[in-house]
């Protein structure tokens, strides 16, 4: 049974919340003048020195006494004597239990936000760099169009922007407070429950007891926020994963962030995009595992609700030492801009480029257009040569409207340039786009 209960091996994590929740419970009981002073101020020194022993590794955890909220009202009644037994006075493990975990999500929720900045800053300063730098648009993962690397990263930039402000909403929603609630029903002691919710930093206290004990959709949220930025670095990883592959050759890592084989020595293997890459199978397992904790249980507490620790615990170690890492790649990662340019014109990618034209100097429906570029893409694939590589005359066996000015179309420097729509790859727009990007990141941090 106590193998099976004991849950101290991994809240105890949650050793300063917890503390910081009986300090401010303790504070308020006395000032409710439900315990006396002189014992609240024995069970805050007595808190304090357990704080201290626990950050200095000498508190002995013990798995007989169960949890964390357990293990350090029992050793406050060893520093203490009596007096620690009337800290749980109008409180249960129930409200005390969910007041620490809203506490411990809502830290990992601000550290995520600035991790999601300093990723977002390494991002646009890169776009920055390679504003002009083209590459080519894949749909399919076949050539499209080109665009610019700036392009690429700032598509990156605006996910994980959204992920930050996902975060933020979740951290709205989380900041109530669940103490003085006590097992489900509320107290008959006169307590405030304002004065701790507002001690601890939460907007006003939870509004009904039986919710406070036994929802856990703010930790549902948090990991569901979770995996959508998890799934957001996998797409990342796998696009760095590709570049540096070897039959793209797009991009180098820095030494950093790969390792050598240990019998292949000319091998650089981008290991730490792959983790990334994978790490989301732990997050989204840990929300598939907490919905499924979650589906049915009847109200109020249960102890199937121990369970959402070591989930909302692993994703978020999951997370933050992805996007760590996910920053220090970007930063070291070298794109290859000659063999960028010789990919962007492959696949006839200005293909559009030329049936645009066609609709613009000669008023060609753009359906006809297109057929007229389909034609020519057949020539050229019957030449055994890319559609910019066709002379003027091929080019106007086919249409005799094609002159001299079409050629400069064909080309992706040109054909990049050419889209300066509202969001588009322009190296125009997209520095225009980084610009209000960094105005917005002096503003966060
Ligand atoms: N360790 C427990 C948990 O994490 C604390 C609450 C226990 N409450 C109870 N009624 N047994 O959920």
Redesign the pocket.
């Known amino acids: 049974m106590e193998e099976m209960n004991a849950?101290i091996r991994y809240?105890k994590r949650l050793y300063r919340q917890d503390i910081a929740g009986s300090q401010a419970h303790a504070a308020m009981l006395a000032r409710q003048g439900i315990i006396a002073a002189k014992d609240a101020d024995a069970i805050s020194h007595g808190l304090v020195t357990i704080l201290s022993e626990i950050e200095n590794g000498t508190f002995q955890f013990r798995d007989d006494l169960?949890?964390?909220?357990m293990n350090v009202e029992a050793r406050l009644a060893e520093l203490i004597g009596p007096a620690a037994g009337r800290l749980h006075t109008a409180r249960?493990?129930?409200d005390?239990?969910a007041t620490d975990?809203r506490l411990w999500i809502r830290d990992r929720i601000d550290l995520h936000r600035q991790q999601i900045l300093d990723l977002v800053k390494v991002l646009v300063d890169r776009a920055r760099q390679h504003a002009e730098t083209v590459m080519p648009g894949f749909t399919h993962l076949q050539n499209a169009q080109p665009i610019t690397v700036g392009h690429h990263l700032m598509c990156y930039v605006e996910m994980f922007g959204r992920d930050r402000d996902r975060f933020g909403d979740c951290r709205k929603r989380l900041n109530e407070c669940p103490l003085g609630t006590a097992?489900l029903a509320g107290t008959s002691f006169p307590i405030d429950r304002d004065g701790p919710s507002r001690e601890l930093g939460f907007d006003r206290p939870c509004a009904n007891s039986l919710d406070a004990v036994s929802d856990r959709d703010f930790a549902l949220e948090y990991l569901a926020a979770n995996a959508i930025c998890s799934v957001h670095l996998s797409r990342l990883a796998e696009e760095i994963v590709l570049w540096s592959s070897t039959p793209f050759g797009y991009a180098t890592l820095g030494d950093g962030f790969t390792t050598g084989s240990s019998i292949m020595p000319q091998k650089r293997n981008p290991d730490a995009a792959e983790l990334v890459r994978a790490r989301l199978g732990r997050v989204q397992g840990a929300l598939t595992a907490l919905l499924t904790v979650s589906k049915a249980l009847p109200m109020a507490?249960s102890?199937d609700?121990?369970e959402?620790?070591e989930q909302v615990f692993d994703a978020a170690d999951t997370l933050s030492l992805s996007l760590s890492a996910m920053s220090g790649i970007l930063r070291e990662i070298q794109f290859d801009k000659e063999v960028l340019r010789q990919a962007a014109g492959t696949g006839h990618a200005t293909a559009t480029d030329l049936a645009d034209w066609l609709v613009r100097e000669v008023e060609m429906p753009f359906r006809e257009a297109h057929r007229v570029v389909g034609a020519l893409v057949g020539l050229a694939e019957d030449a055994g040569c890319g559609l910019a590589d066709l002379s003027l005359e091929q080019l106007q066996s086919v249409c005799k409207h094609i002159g001299e000015e079409a050629m400069a179309v064909l080309g992706v420097e040109n054909s990049v340039a050419s889209r300066r729509s509202y969001g588009g790859t322009a190296p125009c727009e997209v520095r225009r786009q980084i610009g209000i990007w960094e105005e917005k990141l002096k503003c966060a941090s």
């Open positions: 849950s809240d169960e949890d964390i909220h249960s493990r129930n005390q239990v975990f097992a507490y102890k609700l121990q959402d620790k």
